[in-house]
């Protein structure tokens, strides 16, 4: 097996799936929070293991590179902020996604919708297993999620930004806790440059 560098078990938020997460030369610590990248996309996740050196992994490499994670950045409390606007936005489109497998005489019921924290990949949770005809309908179902929540005001700060100064303490920024600047449309560019 080649070598992997260390990782530590983590949590991902958004689906509740365990991944190995890869830190490199960081320090992973059990209860931290961090930014990391999946096949998912990024994801908000909580370090539930001590660091383990990679020799000492036992997964086929083909399976262990599909299911592990990589280290991005620390979360900040802006992450949790943002991701607790995206559960509400994603819990506002489950109506919505509905209505197109009603109009499209589908019987199943959708649950949840998950989604990375930068908005890019999403996930439809259904009562009992989908059926082979909704299967069909999930790209068209995408497409309706991303539609709406491209509309919403979070997400067009997380793809253009809140204006000049974007990301600074000078700019409008949705100051939380009084000191920082922007806390949504920052949290993307800070991500793109890892």
């Known amino acids: 097996m080649n070598q992997v560098s260390p990782y530590a078990f983590a949590r991902m938020a958004a689906q509740g799936d365990l991944r190995p997460v890869e830190s490199g030369l960081h320090q992973l610590r059990r209860g931290q929070w961090i930014i990391c990248r999946s096949n998912f996309g990024l994801e908000l ?45 994603n819990q506002n489109a489950i109506p919505e996604c509905q209505r197109f497998l009603d109009d499209q005489e589908l019987n199943d019921t959708l649950l949840d919708i ?38 919403s005001e979070i997400y067009k700060q997380l793809e253009h930004g809140c204006g000049p100064g974007c990301g600074t303490t000078a700019s409008c920024g949705s100051k939380a806790d009084g000191k920082s600047g922007c806390l949504s449309c920052s949290v993307a560019s800070r991500c793109k440059k890892h």
């Open 45 to 89: 996740a909580e370090v539930l293991s001590e660091p383990t050196s990679g020799a000492e992994l036992h997964w086929d490499p083909i399976l262990y590179q599909s299911s592990s994670a990589q280290w991005v950045r620390d979360a900040t409390d802006q992450d949790h902020w943002l991701w607790g606007k995206i559960q509400s936005l």
């Open 114 to 151: 998950s989604s990375s924290i930068d908005g890019k990949s999403v996930a439809f949770e259904f009562l009992g297993t989908a059926s082979e005809h909704t299967g069909r309908h999930l790209e068209k179902l995408t497409e309706i999620y991303q539609a709406f929540v491209k509309d």
